[in-house]
Structures are given as structure tokens and as C-alpha cells.
């Protein structure tokens, strides 16, 4: 729990969806108290309860207090500004001056989300990865407003409070969204253009990518299995990579069908209520499992 002046207050995190959930969880999970601020206490308490049955150190509000005495909000939102500002405003109003508020962030830029801001100082990115209790992953993003004792002051607590490896980002946007957003396109076009099928881009990914990347990231692989070799396929065989900035076709075909995922029985796959409920279980067991792995193998195993 985060401390001012003598006194020792829950962090709050605010948020809709299992991922805010998923975070709480972490924090209760590692013996700290939190307050959640949603819309739907009993979906809430279900997800969490998932975690752990229960819990004296939850306290979940529906309405938005008129004080907030917590040192730390979390934010989680949908990736639009206008969303992302009118929550921010709002725990402005509330909050003590020298409250730290960190939201999370996809394509926007922390700049244009402070324009409005009455301490742009306080605001930081910070982006999470589900399920939260497994994983290592905290992204926080910075910028040249930011001031580097609140900025100090989120990373020990990600350390201590939810047991991280965290990473900053200076220049206020996401490394994490634009990886992952260069891997999707690449598969949606290789998909598109015929030059491989759903089932064959998610074996490859899963099979090599995803053999190493829970042991090391992306240059020390290189590293270990020779650089060289990685410039010669850069610079001779991949220059068709995709490089498209507008929605894909095939996913604006499966918004306008709905056909938004798991959740709604029907994305790139297909599922029946059985098949959700076998893939949501055998991710539960695979996500505690490869926690294990990750901690048998931390990212600096190497006594200097």
C-alpha cells in the first residue's frame, strides 16, 4: 500500500474488464489492500474470487468517492483519448496533489492524453499483461513531463506490491503495442494474401517464437543463435513485410459479423461453450506453469 504523509492507504485501480480484475488479484495475492472502482460489483467479485475466495483487504465501490486518499491510481481503459481524459479529470478532481495516476496505453501517446491536465507530472503509462498474477510484464511509459520521483516511486512499487520486472519507456508511447502490432500484421498479410492459413501462422509462431521467448527476448536470441544470419534474411528475403495502416479486411469482416473472440464463441476459431470453458482452464494451468519456468530462468541468471 502506498504511504503519505504517516498514513497508509489502498491503491486504487479503476476499471471494467479482467484485466483490472487481474491486477487487483496480483495485489491481494502478494497481502496488500486495494480499492476497486467498477460498475458491476458482483462481475467483479466473481473474477477475483477466481484468485482467491476471499479477501479483507478488497474493497469494491460502484460509485466514485468524493475523496481519493490513495498515493497510486491505476487506470484501465479502452484505447480512446476522450474515454482516457474524462477519468483522468475525474481523479483529478479528487485526489491529493501529489497523487500518482497511471493509465494504460495502446497507440495513444502519453502527450496527448496530459493536454488537459492540471499537473501533467503526475501521469504516467503503465501497461499490464493477463492473466496478472503470472506474469512478469509491467510497461511504464514516460515522458519529458514526467517527474522522476513518481516515476521512481511506481516502479519500487511494482517491484514490491505486484513482484515485476518492469521496464520504462522515455518517449510516451507503447515498444510493447508496436511489437506486437508489427507480428499481427505480418500474420493477418501472410494470411490475406494466401501465402499461409490461420492454423499454419499460429503454429509457427507457437513453435518458434514461442519456444524461446518465455527463456530470452528478441537480441539475445539473436545473440545465441548468431547475428550475422539474422541480417542476411532481413536484408535478402523479407523485403515484402507488410506495412498497412488501415484496418485489415479480414478483421473488419469479423467486426462487422461480431465475431469478436472466445468471449463471444466465434473469432478466428470457433467455440462452443464447452471448448471455452477447456481453453480458459488449460490457460490458467499453462500461465501458473510457465510463471514457474520464467522464475527458474530469470532474465539476468548470470552472477557478475
Given amino acids: 500500500m502506498a504511504a503519505k504523509n504517516g498514513m497508509v492507504y489502498p491503491i486504487m485501480v479503476i476499471g471494467q474488464d479482467k484485466l483490472a480484475y487481474s491486477i487487483v488479484s496480483d495485489l491481494l495475492l502478494s497481502g496488500y489492500a486495494a480499492t476497486l472502482l467498477t460498475e458491476n460489483r458482483q462481475k467483479a ?20 468517492p468524493e475523496k481519493i486518499c490513495s498515493q497510486l491510481v491505476v487506470l484501465v481503459t479502452l484505447d480512446q483519448l476522450a474515454e482516457k481524459q474524462e477519468l483522468i479529470r475525474q481523479v483529478e478532481e479528487r485526489c491529493a496533489d501529489d497523487a500518482i495516476i497511471a493509465v494504460n496505453l495502446e497507440r495513444l501517446c502519453l502527450d496527448e492524453i496530459q493536454t488537459h491536465m492540471r ?65 499481427l500484421r505480418e500474420g493477418i498479410y501472410l494470411v490475406e494474401n494466401d501465402f499461409a492459413s490461420v492454423e499454419s501462422v499460429d503454429r509457427a509462431c507457437r513453435n518458434d517464437a514461442g519456444f524461446y521467448l518465455p527463456f530470452v527476448g528478441n537480441f539475445r536470441y539473436m545473440d545465441l543463435m548468431g547475428t550475422y544470419a539474422y541480417g542476411m534474411v532481413m536484408k535478402d528475403l523479407n523485403r515484402e513485410l507488410s506495412n498497412i495502416v488501415t484496418l485489415p479486411k479480414i478483421l473488419q469482416e469479423k467486426r462487422d459479423k461480431e465475431e469478436t473472440g472466445m468471449d463471444n464463441g466465434k473469432g478466428f476459431y470457433t467455440y462452443d461453450l464447452k471448448e471455452k470453458e477447456h481453453w480458459q482452464e488449460i490457460f490458467k494451468e499453462f500461465s501458473e506453469e510457465i510463471q514457474q519456468l520464467i522464475t527458474k530462468y530469470p532474465h539476468e541468471s548470470f552472477d557478475r
Fill in 45 to 64: 467479485g466473481e473474477a477475483i474470487s477466481a484468485y482467491l475466495p476471499e479477501s479483507k483487504n478488497l474493497n469494491i465501490v460502484t460509485d466514485w
Fill in 119 to 183: 499537473n501533467k507530472t503526475r501521469l504516467l503509462g503503465l501497461n499490464w499483461t493477463y492473466p496478472v498474477p503470472r506474469t512478469f510484464f509491467a510497461e511504464v511509459i514516460a515522458n519529458q513531463y514526467t517527474d522522476p520521483a513518481s516515476l521512481a516511486d511506481v516502479e519500487k512499487w511494482l517491484k514490491t506490491y505486484w513482484k515485476k520486472d518492469p521496464y520504462v519507456v522515455q518517449h510516451g508511447f507503447s515498444i510493447r503495442a508496436r511489437l506486437m502490432a508489427a507480428m
